[in-house]
């Protein structure tokens, strides 16, 4: 590779960095190089595995409009691509009585919109679904347009497509070195040294090694999170076609998907794993983690417990708030951040989207005022921190 110059240079190449290089191709074309640490796919951050969920239904108005959105962007790739990356299950959000995440405040963010849903007691649930056991406290608001993002597929989409577009794709290229002078950036990666006008950086788990070569160093807590997947001895009640995805919205907060990837369904829990960091984490298994999703699928699944096919591990990097940093350093405009608080895969391809228009243009049409960089929470002595989205 010859050229060492770019206007664009994205820094991380999972989730949203392989969206930023695809959105950025789109307009620029060979002025963008994607940089990765590790080989592109690798297992070592939030990206990977077969599926991860997308969906409406949140707690604030704001996610939602995000939302609609990221549905029109990965259609926008579908159709670039010519492969399918959401598949539409329906979703239910089960709330038993007393939940730490009240129904009520995700049926009023998409009544806000005037997104249609519907609302369940427990033996509804049940008739629709017989997987489910239910005490009679329960309720479930269920929305059609829920499904899954095929996670590892829509990385190689975004990527191909980069490439196709012209632009320069390079992994095992770690950074050792970052500096800015006036409009020029340069980066020191793999032993090589390249400049660009522009750089974004999405790279999750070590978003704070990046920044720091700006002088930042922003709240950020780093966890190992686990999934399931068991081979139900009743597969075909867990196909797309028959099985939603699904969230329990309460502490603990478990989720789960049908089978998609692997021959069985998914189960996890959000923020149940121990802190860690992005060069002491492990890929070793949590005994304490995997009982309690294990419990909860005994208890409220039984028919889709089986045999455990696999588990998998991941970090989520999250704010002390849980909100997305999406925004451009306030020192350095020509620096874009991107940071996905473990639970931003169902809109990473909109977020590349908005990280190219920042880089391009300088802002973004959406509203990205819930994200900034420098609200104080990212720099507080010691942040109030609220995981439960």
């Given at each position: 590779?010859?050229?060492?110059?770019?206007?664009?240079?994205?820094?991380?190449?999972?989730?949203?960095?392989?969206?930023?290089?695809?959105?950025?191709?789109?307009?620029?074309?060979?002025?963008?190089?994607?940089?990765?640490?590790?080989?592109?796919?690798?297992?070592?951050?939030g990206s990977q595995d077969h599926s991860r969920i997308i969906r409406l239904s949140y707690h604030e108005p704001h996610y939602v409009n995000?939302?609609?959105?990221?549905?029109?962007?990965?259609?926008?790739?579908?159709?670039?691509?010519?492969?399918?990356?959401?598949?539409?299950?329906?979703?239910?959000?089960?709330?038993?009585?007393?939940?730490?995440?009240?129904?009520?405040?995700?049926?009023?963010?998409?009544?806000?919109?005037?997104?249609?849903?519907?609302?369940?007691?427990?033996?509804?649930?049940?008739?629709?679904?017989?997987?489910?056991?239910?005490?009679?406290?329960?309720?479930?608001?269920?929305?059609?347009?829920?499904?899954?993002?095929?996670?590892?597929?829509?990385?190689?989409?975004?990527?191909?497509?980069?490439?196709?577009?012209?632009?320069?794709?390079?992994?095992?290229?770690?950074?050792?070195?970052?500096?800015?002078?006036?409009?020029?950036?340069?980066?020191?990666?793999?032993?090589?040294?390249?400049?660009?006008?522009?750089?974004?950086?999405?790279?999750?788990?070590?978003?704070?090694?990046?920044?720091?070569?700006?002088?930042?160093?922003?709240?950020?807590?780093?966890?190992?999170?686990?999934?399931?997947?068991?081979?139900?001895?009743?597969?075909?009640?867990?196909?797309?076609?028959?099985?939603?995805?699904?969230?329990?919205?309460?502490?603990?907060?478990?989720?789960?998907?049908?089978?998609?990837?692997?021959?069985?369904?998914?189960?996890?829990?959000?923020?149940?794993?121990?802190?860690?960091?992005?060069?002491?984490?492990?890929?070793?298994?949590?005994?304490?983690?995997?009982?309690?999703?294990?419990?909860?699928?005994?208890?409220?699944?039984?028919?889709?417990?089986?045999?455990?096919?696999?588990?998998?591990?991941?970090?989520?990097?999250?704010?002390?708030?849980?909100?997305?940093?999406?925004?451009?350093?306030?020192?350095?405009?020509?620096?874009?951040?991107?940071?996905?608080?473990?639970?931003?895969?169902?809109?990473?391809?909109?977020?590349?989207?908005?990280?190219?228009?920042?880089?391009?243009?300088?802002?973004?049409?959406?509203?990205?005022?819930?994200?900034?960089?420098?609200?104080?929470?990212?720099?507080?002595?010691?942040?109030?921190?609220?995981?439960?989205?």
């Amino acid at each position: 590779m010859s050229k060492r110059a770019f206007q664009h240079l994205v820094l991380g190449l999972g989730g949203i960095g392989s969206a930023a290089a695809y959105w950025l191709a789109r307009q620029a074309g060979g002025d963008v190089l994607g940089l990765e640490q590790f080989a592109l796919g690798h297992v070592r951050g939030g990206s990977q595995d077969h599926s991860r969920i997308i969906r409406l239904s949140y707690h604030e108005p704001h996610y939602v409009n995000l939302a609609k959105e990221a549905y029109r962007a990965w259609a926008a790739v579908e159709a670039d691509s010519g492969e399918q990356l959401v598949y539409k299950t329906g979703g239910l959000d089960l709330s038993p009585a007393g939940s730490r995440l009240p129904l009520r405040d995700y049926s009023n963010s998409l009544t806000a919109l005037n997104i249609p849903f519907e609302l369940l007691d427990a033996a509804e649930i049940m008739y629709r679904w017989p997987q489910w056991k239910l005490p009679d406290h329960v309720t479930a608001l269920y929305q059609t347009e829920s499904g899954l993002v095929a996670a590892a597929k829509s990385n190689a989409a975004h990527q191909k497509m980069a490439l196709a577009y012209g632009a320069t794709l390079r992994d095992n290229a770690p950074v050792t070195n970052i500096q800015a002078a006036g409009n020029e950036i340069t980066v020191v990666a793999g032993g090589e040294t390249y400049t660009c006008e522009k750089l974004v950086i999405a790279s999750g788990a070590w978003s704070n090694q990046l920044l720091a070569h700006f002088g930042h160093k922003i709240n950020l807590t780093v966890t190992q999170e686990q999934v399931t997947y068991y081979a139900s001895p009743h597969l075909a009640d867990f196909s797309l076609e028959r099985f939603p995805i699904w969230i329990w919205l309460d502490e603990p907060c478990y989720y789960g998907f049908p089978a998609f990837g692997e021959a069985g369904p998914k189960i996890a829990q959000d923020v149940g794993g121990q802190e860690t960091t992005a060069e002491s984490r492990t890929f070793e298994i949590d005994p304490a983690a995997f009982q309690r999703t294990d419990t909860f699928l005994r208890q409220h699944l039984p028919t889709a417990h089986g045999p455990i096919i696999t588990a998998k591990t991941c970090l989520y990097t999250m704010p002390p708030d849980r909100d997305f940093v999406l925004d451009t350093l306030p020192d350095h405009p020509n620096v874009a951040v991107a940071i996905g608080a473990g639970h931003a895969f169902k809109f990473a391809s909109l977020l590349g989207k908005i990280l190219s228009q920042l880089a391009i243009a300088g802002q973004s049409e959406f509203d990205l005022a819930p994200f900034q960089f420098s609200r104080p929470i990212l720099f507080a002595e010691n942040p109030v921190k609220e995981f439960m989205v």
